[in-house]
């Protein structure tokens, strides 16, 4: 007997979306998006998907960073990985952590209302500690 999980609420509709993004991904293959870049000292063309594309701008962003060098930091650290793979770890990293994160600040929140104080919560991350397959740097 398998094991369901059922989702409700905004749990049920993030994954929707997400299913919905698997599916219209699958239907056109060729959506690949391939950028070119100077890394150290070789030209080098990455292909990720338009959302893998979306989702590295948007955390660059949030970091503080220019794409291209958020690439050259990971391609520093990435050892054997290939680079498009190094970014797709990474960003698993960050929005892993940043997570863990706000579900910690969620636990205090949850706590300090029982107590009847305040907890100050952030939706924007401070600074974390995210790991490329071999190596990890704080930004």
């Given at each position: 007997?398998?094991?369901?999980?059922?989702?409700?609420?905004?749990?049920?509709?993030?994954?929707?979306?997400a299913?919905?993004?698997?599916?219209d991904g699958?239907?056109d293959?060729?959506?690949?998006?391939?950028?070119?870049?100077?890394?150290?000292?070789?030209?080098?063309?990455?292909?990720?998907?338009?959302?893998e594309w979306?989702?590295f701008?948007?955390?660059?962003?949030r970091?503080?960073?220019?794409?291209?060098?958020?690439?050259?930091?990971?391609?520093?650290?990435?050892?054997?990985?290939?680079?498009?793979?190094?970014?797709?770890?990474?960003?698993?990293?960050?929005?892993r952590?940043?997570?863990?994160?706000?579900?910690?600040?969620?636990?205090?929140?949850?706590?300090?209302?029982?107590?009847?104080s305040?907890?100050?919560?952030?939706?924007?991350p401070?600074?974390?500690?995210?790991?490329?397959?071999?190596?990890?740097?704080?930004?």
């Open positions: 007997m398998a094991d369901s999980f059922k989702p409700s609420g905004q749990g049920k509709d993030i994954l929707n979306s299913l919905k993004t698997v599916e699958d239907q293959a060729s959506r690949m998006v391939r950028r070119h870049f100077r890394l150290e000292n070789r030209r080098t063309s990455i292909c990720l998907h338009p959302e979306d989702m701008d948007m955390v660059s962003k970091l503080g960073y220019d794409v291209k060098a958020l690439i050259n930091e990971i391609d520093r650290t990435r050892g054997d990985s290939s680079v498009p793979s190094a970014m797709r770890v990474f960003m698993l990293g960050y929005w952590d940043l997570a863990r994160m706000n579900a910690g600040r969620a636990a205090q929140a949850s706590a300090a209302a029982t107590e009847g305040s907890v100050m919560t952030a939706s924007t401070h600074a974390i500690k995210v790991a490329a397959r071999s190596g990890s740097f704080t930004v």
